[in-house]
């Protein structure tokens, strides 16, 4: 990864936690301590993308108290799924790489609390990827309105149906990863935006890796303005397209 690493890079833990921010100053230090506080054999990489909010300060304020806590400051919004990538390149080429790595969102939709949940998950599957589900049995979406979530029921039937994913929730961005399947995987990613959850899932299924999915709660953001705009739904779709269109 071309970009520079503020924070203790050597830093050796079981597990990766990857949170992409943008304009998350108001969420990005309660979250850190919220996965600070279940005290797990952690890492934290931020990928901040020059977020005008100041999130960034937040979190270097935060490395004075937390060592296992890095920053990845990016010049410009340069899209979530090169942010994701450029998180697992960091952690893969790291020198004692984690064993999982996971990635979530820094808006509270996604709650730090079910980090266990989808690492017991892993642990017992030792699968490619272990996916927080909203549609899965007890899973639930709380606070979007109904226009919200008829996007998102379209967005991941149409992923399901035509790469013929046998998943309830395809799109969803709470996810544990483990790092062998990254390392096999990453020089297959080249999403730039939202397209990247379909992405990972379809070369898993194409490299016969296993997905497991676990259910969660997702809650609407509490705080921040939304980052889902009409260019990352253009990517979702043109990456769909173009995947039915080769297989
Ligand atoms: N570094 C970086 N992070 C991003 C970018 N776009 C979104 N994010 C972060 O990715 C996560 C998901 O984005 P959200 O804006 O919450 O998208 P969403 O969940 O579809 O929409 P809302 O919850 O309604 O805001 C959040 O932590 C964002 O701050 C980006 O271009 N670069
Ligand atoms: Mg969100």
Same mark, same amino acid.
């Given at each position: ?8 890079a050597g ?32 890492? &934290?990489? !931020?990928?901040?993308?020059? $977020?005008?909010? =100041? ?8 490395? +004075? *108290? ?24 960091f952690f893969l080429a790291s020198p004692n790489p ?30 490619? &990827?272990? !996916?927080?589900?909203?549609? $899965?049995?007890? =899973? ?8 919200? +979530? *008829? ?72 705080? =921040? ?8 739904? +253009? ?13």
């Amino acid at each position: 990864m071309e970009y520079h690493i503020i924070g203790n890079a050597g830093v050796r833990s079981e597990i990766g936690v990857i949170l992409p921010t943008y304009g998350e100053a108001a969420n990005i230090a309660s979250i850190i301590e919220d996965i600070e506080r279940l005290d797990l054999d952690v890492s &934290i990489l !931020i990928i901040d993308d020059s $977020s005008p909010d =100041g999130t960034a300060e937040v979190v270097l304020e935060k490395q +004075k *108290i937390y060592r296992n806590l890095l920053l990845c400051s990016r010049p410009k919004k340069s899209g979530l799924g090169t942010a994701i990538t450029d998180g697992f390149k960091f952690f893969l080429a790291s020198p004692n790489p984690p064993k999982y790595v996971f990635t979530m969102d820094a808006d509270y939709s996604h709650n730090p609390q079910d980090i266990p949940k989808l690492l017991t998950t892993m642990r017992e599957c030792e699968c490619a &990827i272990v !996916i927080g589900s909203r549609y $899965s049995k007890g =899973g639930r979406i709380k606070g979007w309105p109904l226009s919200r +979530k *008829i996007v998102s029921r379209v967005a991941n039937t149409m992923a399901r149906r035509l790469l013929g994913l046998k998943l309830k929730d395809c799109t969803a961005g709470f996810r544990c990863y483990s790092t062998v399947f990254l390392r096999d995987v990453i020089s297959s990613l080249h999403s730039t935006t939202y397209e990247i959850q379909i992405e990972t899932v379809r070369q898993a299924y194409l490299r016969d890796f296993k997905v497991k999915e676990t259910p969660v709660l997702f809650v609407n953001r509490k705080r =921040g303005k939304s980052k889902l705009a009409w260019g990352e739904i +253009k990517s979702f779709l043109t990456y769909t397209m173009r995947a039915v269109w080769r297989s």
